[in-house]
């Protein structure tokens, strides 16, 4: 219960701050409104009868994992630089409980993305996302916000164990859009950066989402798909658990978050 307190009481302050910043308030008002028109223009002449899921799905989740990857590596140099990270590792409260209560907030805002890209497509192209398989849809939603938490738990560690966090999250934003296929399959990449994009979580969320949403071939692959997904999304937050352990151990050794 004590647990819960802290998620929730960290999941609302860190709301009405990330929302009152405006570099946020771009991140997921007018960036996805962007990438949608972007993605229309795109896919507009696509040979597709339901092109219009790539839209929708493509700029919410780019929209998505932006929210994300910022927000874990804006909030860690921001506690950093303000001198309150070290208060929040040695707090009553565990480090990671109080990380996961802004990773969720930062997701929740992140998703509203998404609703932004289907209203907008709806308005200005008259399009709407498709949706074949409503239940199997609803399944794969809730395991991609599932995956997306636990990247984000897995990459807030690293981003804190580190001083170029800001350097780390440029880095790392446009190589997801790419190798998770957000906006185009992975099978048109190079056959030696594959492996690379089949051990990361958001590209099986990808898969699933368009599969339920368009169609279904083969239900048995599909099944093993939202099992990988699972697999994958577990994995992370162990090793997150580990890293976390590790910012434990050696902040208590070098007392090193600090700026200096």
């Known amino acids: 219960m004590l647990n819960f307190r802290v998620v929730f009481s960290t999941f609302k302050l860190h709301l009405s701050q990330s929302f009152a910043r405006a570099t946020f308030r771009f991140c997921i008002i007018v960036q996805p409104l962007i990438y949608t028109f972007i993605f229309y223009m795109v896919y507009r002449e696509s040979p597709y009868a339901n092109y219009v899921n790539y839209v929708i799905l493509g ?54 993305g998404m609703i932004l890209s289907l209203l ?21 939603f809730i395991l991609m916000i599932f995956s997306f938490i636990s990247m984000a738990l897995l990459i807030a560690p690293i981003f804190t164990l580190s001083k170029n966090a800001r350097a780390l999250m440029n880095c790392m934003e446009y190589p997801i859009f790419i190798l998770c296929g957000f906006v185009f399959p ?24 368009r ?34 352990l590790t910012i434990d151990k050696r902040t208590r050794i070098e007392a090193t978050l600090g700026v200096s």
């Open 59 to 112: 700029s919410g989740l780019t929209s998505l994992w932006s929210s994300i990857c910022f927000s874990s590596a804006g909030d860690i140099e921001r506690e950093r630089y303000m001198g309150t990270l070290e208060n929040l590792v040695s707090s009553p409260s565990k480090f990671t409980t109080i990380v996961l209560g802004k990773v969720l907030a930062n997701t929740f805002l992140g998703l509203s």
């Open 120 to 140: 907008f497509t709806r308005v200005f192209f008259n399009g709407s996302l498709y949706i074949e398989h409503g239940f199997l849809f609803t399944i794969s």
């Open 186 to 209: 992975i099978d048109i990449l190079p056959s030696f950066i594959k492996p690379l994009s089949y051990i990361l979580s958001p590209t099986w969320a990808v898969k699933i989402l």
């Open 211 to 244: 599969e339920s949403s368009l169609g279904i071939d083969d239900f048995s692959i599909f099944y093993k798909k939202m099992l990988i997904l699972f697999l994958i999304s577990i994995v992370n937050i162990i090793v997150s658990k580990i890293l976390f």
